[in-house]
């Protein structure tokens, strides 16, 4: 690998310094930690291991949000299409990631060993550099996003695990502030609105829709890598901060 890119260095030292803005205990307040250090990352882990029980969440996953120069020099994600075979959101665009195994030390290395699985990503080449506030699904599952950096773009072969994953694209992480190519479908729940966003995006000939719970983590991701809010309104679910998380029936 040669030199470093400026830009994505200047990106790591801003997101190490990163507040989570809130915990599973307590959604409404906004908690007194740094970002993800490398040398804190297992605080952040251990802060929502000790809150997860008593939020009532049933299980936890952790994905990897794992961002790179473009040729354009764009910041650019890398994303998935599940495979068609899955039994549950199958065919969906989704983010490297999936449940929290026993083995696994803490969010980041469930992030990292899942992303290994599915595309082949090598652990050694990302730079974690920060643990964001997790979102709570409808399922009581707890997914926290791991943002990692990929400074060596070459290095990193995909190698899609075809039980799981039908093809791995990548998208440029500042259309999720844009109003461009997108669409909202209102909800309501237990007296609560909120949008759910669809995000089009083509590479080459292939068509991707990107909705629901990753467009919501991304549009995040995106708000704080930018330091700006998008320019629609995004109107989210207050159920993915754990607002009446004890409320919601189980699906």
Not at 150 to 165: H, R
Request: glycine fraction near 8%; proline fraction near 6%; hydrophobic fraction near 35%.
């Amino acid at each position: 690998m040669g030199e470093k890119s400026q830009k994505l260095l200047s990106l790591a030292q801003q997101l190490r310094l990163y507040k989570p803005l809130y915990s599973l205990n307590d959604p409404t307040k906004e908690q007194q930690q740094q970002g993800v250090p490398e040398e804190g990352r297992n605080s952040v882990s251990q802060n929502l291991n000790s809150t997860t029980e008593s939020a009532g969440i049933n299980n936890r996953a952790a994905v990897l949000i794992c961002i790179f120069e473009g040729n354009d020099s764009d910041m650019r994600v890398i994303l998935t299409k599940r495979s068609s075979t899955l039994s549950s959101h199958s065919g969906e665009v989704a983010l490297p990631g999936g449940k929290r195994e026993e083995g696994d030390a803490d969010d980041i290395e469930t992030a990292l060993r899942e992303a290994k699985e599915e595309i082949g990503l090598d652990p050694s080449l990302v730079d974690v550099v920060a643990v964001l506030e997790p979102f709570i699904t409808l399922r009581g599952i707890a997914v926290v996003p791991v943002v990692g950096i990929l400074f060596d773009k070459k290095a990193f072969v995909p190698s899609p695990n075809t039980n799981e994953v039908e093809s791995i694209f990548d998208v440029p992480l500042e259309m999720f502030l844009k109003d461009e190519n997108r669409r909202a479908e209102g909800k309501q729940r237990m007296g609560y609105k909120y949008l759910l966003h669809f995000f089009d995006y083509q590479s080459g000939s292939q068509k991707f829709v990107i909705w629901a719970l990753t467009a919501g983590i991304m549009i995040r991701v995106a708000s704080i890598v930018y330091q700006r809010a998008p320019t629609f309104s995004e109107q989210r679910p207050p159920f993915w901060t754990g607002v009446f998380k004890k409320g919601i029936p189980k699906l």
